[in-house]
């Protein structure tokens, strides 16, 4: 069955530091991959998705088939960051396949 | 832009109580879907609706039941509810796909629910 994982619950770091919000999943077909973030007090919205190779307030995921990897990465991190992220996984089904999320913490 | 707004922000409910729980979406899409939003759990698929009148069980549904008259209304129904219904609840849409990838879900703002 397909699954996402999101090993860490918080991730925290200052203002500036490098981020890397992990996710891996598991299916044995082509998967496409999603980014969802939440921030403090918004509703959940989609942040970037695999297909569009595409760099969104800062942020880029690349799909490592390989390790079946889909971490989010960050440079430079602001404070403005800081928000609940879910990585997520459509493998042709009607419904997406979410991960139980990673809050980031940036402090000043 | 999306709108997609629930019926409630926050509500309290006894146990054995029914539970109606109602999403809008004004974008004409075809798909919706009702998610709990629990700690350390993320979002977990209760069920969805990819047209009126029809309906697929997510990855949790017992406890829970849906309704879909109408293609921009989607309720989730709590026949009795219970202490470990006790979540956030949120609602999204979706237009269909239009090739081999699924489109962008637009969530609506969530609804707490407490149930004692």
């Known amino acids: 069955a397909q699954r996402v994982t999101q090993p860490e619950k918080l991730l925290s770091v200052f203002k500036g530091a490098p981020v890397e919000l992990k996710c891996n999943y598991s299916?044995?077909?082509?998967?496409?991959l999603f980014w969802y973030v939440q921030y403090s007090r918004q509703r959940l919205q989609l942040l970037l998705r695999?297909?569009s190779r595409e760099s969104i307030k800062g942020f880029t995921a690349d799909l490592n088939k390989g390790e079946t990897s889909f971490h989010l990465k960050k440079p430079f991190a602001q404070e403005e960051d800081s928000a609940m992220y879910y990585c997520?996984?459509?493998?042709?089904?009607?419904?997406?396949?979410f991960g139980s999320g990673t809050r980031l913490q940036v402090q000043p | 832009d999306v709108k997609v707004t629930q019926s409630s922000r926050y509500l309290v409910k006894r146990t054995g109580e029914k539970v109606f729980l109602e999403c809008v979406q004004d974008?004409?899409?075809?798909?919706m879907f009702w998610y709990r939003q629990d700690p350390g759990l993320g979002l977990r698929l209760i069920y969805f609706?990819?047209?009126?009148?029809?309906?697929e069980k997510g990855d949790i549904p017992e406890g829970y039941s849906v309704s879909r008259e109408k293609k921009e209304r989607f309720s989730l129904i709590l026949e009795s509810a219970s202490t470990n219904q006790t979540s956030m609840y949120l609602c999204?849409?979706?237009?269909?796909?239009?090739?081999?990838?699924?489109?962008?879900?637009?969530f609506g703002p969530g609804t707490r629910l407490l149930v004692l």
């Open positions: 999204a849409s979706s237009p269909p796909r239009q090739g081999p990838i699924q489109e962008t879900q637009y």
């Open positions: 299916y044995s077909g082509s998967p496409e």
């Open positions: 695999h297909i």
């Open positions: 997520a996984l459509d493998t042709g089904r009607r419904a997406l396949t």
């Open positions: 974008m004409d899409h075809e798909n």
């Open positions: 609706s990819y047209d009126v009148k029809m309906k």
